[in-house]
Every structure is written in structure tokens, then in C-alpha cells.
């Protein structure tokens, strides 16, 4: 069922001040979810192809569909795909791409999915549901496997204790055993500021869903799509997520590039691909306060140069 508190889009004005949608433009909204995004590209008159993932999401936007009578089209589709599905639906090219990386609050507030330990469900954690789960992964995967995606997503410090008692659990089926186990092995005290099974709920969730891949490859799929002009604006929520973020806008800016005058032999690097990058954007107090789960949001965004896209290999 419909979760009863709805998706709040953070940054929501700031989002569509860098997007300065007009009537007319093509628009790809990365993660749809409620809508929220799309719903305000919408009322300027855009045209929007908005892509999930999750199928609650892609069921729960049809009443959106009928309400803006072809002008919003929902597309079943990770986001790192969408420039094959939008070749295959005949539109190259847009002007705008839209991102809001991460889980949604539909996804956190339903204790089926299993996204959080704040009530207890099975231990699923899977956006699309479907492939592995986090049950999956924890119950079979070598306990070195688990402290390096511990360490690497979570950046748990002491991810080789918290894998060592997570094998020593086995089986782990809902949230609450996993949380449990986690606190145990950190010696959680309930007057802790920050549970410490948020850091390794993180670091699950971001393997199963392959999060930062995700990431990756969308960030490259918008540098192709967008027209000369063309503006990409990414929201993200923790420092893995914003420093990719980062990362892919300095490259593509070139923007610390430098060829020195005493090699004269040297080639320049390829031309920009976006130029005008922001700063980071964080939500006013005013927000932080109306919605929470806006507090660690950042904002990025850009506009696109004619240059051609870059051949990337990672970030």
C-alpha cells in the first residue's frame, strides 16, 4: 500500500530555480518516486520522462500520467539506463536531467522493504525488488566481503568486528536482528547521539542496490543526453554520493586542469563539457525544519557545454 507520508523533495525550489524549466522544454526527471519533481517541471509546461526503478513508484505516478494528458511519460528503467530507453523512444536529446539520488521516503516509512531499523521488517533493502537482497547478501557473502562493504559505503571503522559478529549471527532475517547485531558488536549505548547500525544499514543498502555505480553511470548517461545548454542538477545525501557528484563536475568542468608552460610538448586535456558549476546548495533552516530528512541534502548543479562527452573510465 501507498505509504501515508509521502515523498517530500528537498531543494525543491532551488532544484527548479537551476532548471529554469519553460514551457516546451524536454526534461528527464533520474528518480521519480512521488513525483514531486516532476510535478513542479510539469507546471511550467515541460514535457517530462521520469524514470524508477521501483515499481511502487512507477504504479503509484499513473494518476500523474492521466492528469498531464501526455505530457509525462513513466519510465520502468534505472536511471544508468536512460539513454539507451530514451534512444529507443526516439528522443536523443533533452534539455534538462534532474537527480535526486538515494532512498525515498515511501521506501524508509514501509517496514516491508526493510530499509530501516526504526521497525522491524525482513531484511530486503532492494529498490527494484528484485536481484539479491540484503538477507541474501549478509547470510552468504565471506566476512571479509562484508567488512570491506561495511568500511567502503559506511565507512564503519570498525567494520571487521561488526562482519565477524554479523557471520557469527547467521541467520539474519529482519532489520531489527540486524541492527541488534550491530549494536552489540559497537557497544551501542541508547543514549548515543547516532545509532551505529545506521552506518552499516547504509553500507548494505548502497552494495545491494549498487548505488554508487548507479551514480556513476547516470552522471555519464546526462552528459550525452543533454543538449548544448542543456542543465544537470543532482541532489544527493551523503558524502560517498556528493563527492562522486563533485568529482564528475570538477573533470567535466576541467577545473583544476592545468598544462604547464614549461612542457611545451604537452596536450591540453579535452574541452569542458559543463560549465557554470555551483557551489554546494544546502536547504535553509526553514526546510531542515519542515522536513528533517532534508538536513544532509546537497545540491550541484551545471549547464553543458558543445563540447563532446568525455570517454570515462571511472570516478
Same mark, same amino acid.
Given at each position: 500500500?501507498? +505509504?501515508?507520508?509521502?515523498? $517530500?523533495?528537498?531543494?525543491?525550489?532551488?532544484? #527548479?530555480?537551476?532548471?529554469?524549466? +519553460?514551457?516546451?522544454?524536454?526534461?528527464?526527471?533520474? +528518480?521519480?518516486?512521488?513525483g514531486g519533481y516532476s510535478r513542479a517541471l510539469l507546471a511550467s509546461g515541460a514535457r517530462v520522462y521520469a524514470f524508477d526503478r521501483d515499481p511502487n513508484a512507477i504504479r503509484d505516478g499513473q494518476a500523474m500520467v492521466a492528469e498531464f494528458d501526455g505530457r509525462l511519460s513513466l519510465h520502468p528503467e534505472r536511471f544508468a539506463q536512460m539513454r539507451e530507453e530514451m534512444e529507443r523512444i526516439g528522443v536523443p536529446q533533452v534539455d534538462a536531467v534532474v537527480m535526486d539520488?538515494?532512498?525515498?521516503?515511501? &521506501?524508509?516509512? &514501509?517496514?516491508?522493504?526493510?530499509?530501516?531499523?526504526?521497525?522491524?521488517? *525482513?531484511?530486503?533493502?532492494?529498490?527494484? &525488488?528484485?536481484?539479491?537482497?540484503?538477507?541474501?547478501? =549478509? !547470510?552468504?557473502?565471506?566476512?571479509?566481503a562484508i567488512a570491506d562493504v561495511l568500511y567502503q559505503y559506511g565507512e564503519e571503522r570498525q567494520s571487521r568486528r561488526v562482519a565477524r559478529a554479523i557471520v557469527a549471527a547467521r541467520p539474519l532475517e529482519t532489520t531489527g536482528e540486524f541492527a541488534r547485531v550491530v549494536r552489540r558488536a559497537l557497544g551501542h549505548k541508547p543514549h548515543d547521539k547516532k545509532d551505529p547500525a545506521t552506518r552499516s544499514f547504509q553500507a548494505v543498502r548502497i552494495h545491494v542496490n549498487d548505488e554508487l555505480g548507479e551514480l556513476r553511470a547516470g552522471l555519464a548517461a546526462a552528459e550525452l543526453l543533454l543538449k548544448e545548454g542543456g542543465k544537470l542538477a543532482v541532489v544527493s545525501f551523503h558524502s560517498?554520493?556528493?563527492? =562522486?557528484? /563533485?568529482?564528475?563536475? %570538477?573533470?567535466?568542468?576541467?577545473?583544476?586542469?592545468? #598544462?604547464?608552460?614549461?612542457?611545451?610538448?604537452?596536450?591540453?586535456? *579535452?574541452?569542458? +563539457?559543463?560549465? /557554470?558549476?555551483? %557551489?554546494?546548495?544546502? *536547504?535553509?533552516?526553514?526546510? $531542515?525544519?519542515? !522536513? *528533517?530528512?532534508?538536513?544532509?541534502?546537497?545540491?550541484r548543479h551545471a549547464i553543458r557545454t558543445c563540447a563532446p562527452a568525455h570517454e570515462r573510465t571511472s570516478l
Open positions: 500500500m501507498p +505509504t501515508s507520508a509521502p515523498h $517530500i523533495p528537498v531543494l525543491l525550489d532551488e532544484v #527548479v530555480a537551476a532548471i529554469a524549466p +519553460t514551457n516546451g522544454m524536454s526534461i528527464i526527471d533520474a +528518480t521519480f518516486g512521488a539520488i538515494g532512498v525515498s521516503s515511501m &521506501q524508509l516509512d &514501509q517496514a516491508e522493504r526493510g530499509f530501516a531499523f526504526s521497525s522491524d521488517g *525482513p531484511l530486503d533493502m532492494r529498490m527494484s &525488488q528484485d536481484g539479491e537482497s540484503a538477507a541474501d547478501f =549478509l !547470510n552468504t557473502a565471506d566476512e571479509s560517498l554520493e556528493d563527492r =562522486l557528484v /563533485k568529482r564528475f563536475f %570538477k573533470e567535466a568542468s576541467g577545473a583544476g586542469r592545468a #598544462v604547464s608552460r614549461h612542457l611545451p610538448g604537452e596536450m591540453p586535456g *579535452p574541452a569542458p +563539457t559543463f560549465t /557554470k558549476v555551483s %557551489k554546494a546548495i544546502r *536547504p535553509s533552516e526553514a526546510e $531542515i525544519a519542515r !522536513n *528533517p530528512r532534508s538536513r544532509s541534502s546537497i545540491l
